[in-house]
């Protein structure tokens, strides 16, 4: 009876060292997917989450599900040809498919991400306004900030910043609270497929998917999986850090769109933005509400113009061979840093001159997404399904049906996208 109950005790002690382990090794890997995953809800990506609630109240909040399982879909495929391969998705593409249509690939990835780039730092600009800071202040102190965070810093430490504001996020968790929302409503709406059959409806669907899965993503995620030197052994790890990232994401969306319905589209407050959002909640939900909506707006703008800038330097060096990584000096990756720094500076001067339209810009961006994301796509499962490189890593028959079903569904609402941007409906 002695040895059976000392044989169980170490079985015990075995399994609990073995969790540990696994726990370890766990947080060793973590970053990639969370922080990718993370950077979606930018400035763009809260104001398209304000307006779903604040126009449409819990309606659209069901559309977070299925968004969530095509966002694992997509960034798990990429998340493992970093892994298996140990190359970059830029990289792939011109090996595989070569250069000139890599070529217009980054022209139209450095287009989108530019667009982008401005949205944020008149995010950051919008959210400190709120507080009574001038974007004079505000942007250039920004743009300084997020150039010196990666030119002098290393991967390591740049993830764990990252990664802290990654947490800043669930600052819209309260605020959703505080709103005191109807949450017999929310969890019946939430499980409650429907649809409204007009372009306006129809357009907030694809500014909802749109904001969720875009080109730069798949490109940063599988750079950022090679530099931090994640391989076949540690996948396992990598994926759910994937899968933990898409699910906080979508939390975060979910409070944010609670946060709105229940107090703008009561009250039938019309805005247009998310900085318009943190204003029209001071009245309605209280200042706590109010303010931690702004700060989350800011948090998002600056963390997310320091990555949008880094992943198009990642994707266009390794899609024309040069040196990248945040681990290389500033002399040893020139064409990578200036890259970055180029982007920065030009995305926050546009945003500084008097009276500029940022709606051109932004739709810019808009088309140039539309028409990059399926074909980004597609290059994705052709090269997941080459033995040659991926191995036994494949996709399975499963995997590969849920993979074009999401393509399919993407390519006719990027369509969309870019017609309506065209026709002006959107």
Not at 39 to 65: E, F, P
Request: charged share 10%; proline share 3%; aromatic share 12%.
């Amino acid at each position: 009876m002695e040895v059976e109950a000392g044989k169980a005790v170490s079985a015990v002690a075995a399994a609990r060292a073995s969790r540990w382990r696994n726990v370890r090794r766990f947080l060793l890997v973590m970053g990639p997917g969370i922080i990718t995953a993370n950077v979606d809800n930018d400035a763009g990506g809260i104001t398209t989450y304000s307006l779903a609630g604040a126009r449409y109240g819990y309606d659209l909040v069901w559309t977070l599900i299925p968004i969530t399982i095509a966002l694992v879909v997509v960034q798990e495929m990429c998340a493992r040809m970093g892994a298996v391969t140990g190359k970059g998705l830029a990289d792939l593409i011109r090996e595989n498919f070569g250069v000139r249509l890599t070529f217009y690939a980054m022209v139209l990835l450095l287009l989108a991400d530019l667009g982008n780039t401005v949205a944020e730092f008149a995010g950051i600009a919008a959210s400190l306004e709120i507080f009574g800071v001038s974007r004079f202040a505000s942007v250039p102190l920004a743009a300084v900030f997020v150039w010196w965070l990666v030119v002098y810093g290393n991967y390591k430490r740049v993830e764990k910043i990252f990664l802290v504001a990654c947490v800043v996020y669930l600052v819209y968790v309260p605020a959703g609270i505080l709103a005191q929302p109807s949450w017999g409503s929310v969890v019946r709406e939430s499980f409650r497929p429907h649809a409204q059959v007009n372009a306006a409806y129809v357009t907030m669907l694809v500014g909802l998917v749109g904001t969720t899965i875009a080109p730069w993503m798949q490109f940063y995620q599988q750079s950022a999986i090679v530099e931090k030197g994640i391989g076949v052994e540690d996948y396992r790890y990598a994926r759910l850090d994937v899968t933990s990232g898409c699910v906080f994401v979508s939390v975060v969306a979910f409070f944010i769109i609670v946060a709105c319905a229940a107090t703008l589209h009561v009250q039938g407050v019309a805005v247009e933005t998310a900085a318009d959002a943190a204003q029209a909640l001071r009245p309605i939900a209280g200042a706590y509400a109010a303010t931690l909506f702004a700060f989350g707006l800011f948090n998002a703008s600056v963390f997310s113009a320091s990555v949008l800038p880094l992943a198009t330097a990642y994707s266009v060096c390794e899609a024309f061979g040069w040196e990248t990584g945040v681990n290389k000096r500033l002399r040893e990756a020139p064409h990578f840093y200036g890259l970055y720094t180029g982007l920065i500076a030009l995305g926050a001067a546009i945003v500084l001159v008097p009276g500029i339209p940022l709606l051109p810009v932004m739709y810019l961006s808009q088309v140039a997404n539309g028409v990059l994301l399926p074909l980004v796509l597609v290059f994705m499962l052709l090269l997941v399904n080459r033995t040659d490189l991926m191995g036994a890593h494949t996709n399975s028959t499963a995997m590969n049906a849920i993979a074009w079903m999401t393509v399919v569904v993407m390519i006719g609402l990027s369509l969309y996208l870019v017609g309506a941007t065209f026709t002006g409906a959107a």
